[in-house]
T-cell receptor
């Protein structure tokens, strides 16, 4: 399978704990995106990377959230001191933009987080 | 900023019925427009896209036309099947600047097709 993979698929944690999610993009895709999707809503942009550089962060990404892509391949998203409002599906997507062609983002299956 | 509004759902149809899911957008310039589909238990998949005014995107019997004058990108299918049951998301990518590459999604429309 050469698609985008995410781990874990499900995570249940208690309020105040830290959690970390991993995303493995399609190989040779140099752009990687994180989105958050709450129940009944469409995904909302959180942040994106071009290779290892984090180029944009949403206001949704409070200082409790941090994302990394240390070698320009896989990425991690960490949430510190989780709150019940962090409960959501966290989606990762990757792409390989080409000049003059609108990029297509390929999504992983997501990590569903439940904060008790 | 950019925004996408989809028709309120859910939508329930009988097999072979005609489907329309409305989508309108607000954006500066000329965004690119997308429909994504999310089947039960699976990740988001690109269904179709259109990159300029009057373009028609099509795939798997679904079609959508980029209407600049009405800022719309309505999804249509002439004859739906039970296997089309899923959540459909309209989305856009802004034209350049800081919004380049970043998808803005509508709230999604749940489609259920009965035999």
């Amino acid at each position: 399978d050469t698609g985008v993979s995410q781990d874990p698929r499900h995570k249940i944690t208690k309020r105040g704990q830290n959690v970390t999610f991993r995303c493995d993009p399609i190989s040779e895709h140099n752009r990687l995106y994180w989105y958050r999707q709450t129940l009944g809503q469409g995904p909302e942009f959180l942040t994106y990377f071009q290779n290892e550089a984090q180029l944009e962060k949403s206001r949704l990404l409070s200082d409790r959230f941090s994302a990394e892509r240390p070698k320009g391949s896989f990425s991690t998203l960490e949430i510190q001191r989780t709150e019940q409002g962090d409960s959501a599906m966290y989606l990762c997507a990757s792409s390989f933009p080409s000049a003059g062609i609108v990029e297509t983002q390929y999504f992983g299956p997501g990590t569903r987080l439940l904060v008790l | 900023g950019n925004s996408v509004t989809q028709m309120e759902g859910p939508v329930t149809l009988s097999e072979e019925a005609f489907l329309t899911i409305n989508c309108t957008y607000t954006a500066t310039g000329y965004p690119s427009l997308f429909w994504y589909v999310q089947y039960p238990g699976e990740g988001l998949q690109l269904l179709l896209k259109a990159t300029k005014a009057d373009d028609k995107g099509s795939n798997k019997g679904f079609e959508a036309t980029y209407r600049k004058e009405t800022t719309s990108f309505h999804l249509e299918k002439g004859s739906v099947q039970v296997s089309d049951s899923a959540v459909y998301f309209c989305a856009l990518v802004g034209a350049g600047g800081t919004s380049y590459g970043k998808l803005t999604f509508g709230q999604g429309t749940i489609l259920t097709v009965h035999p």
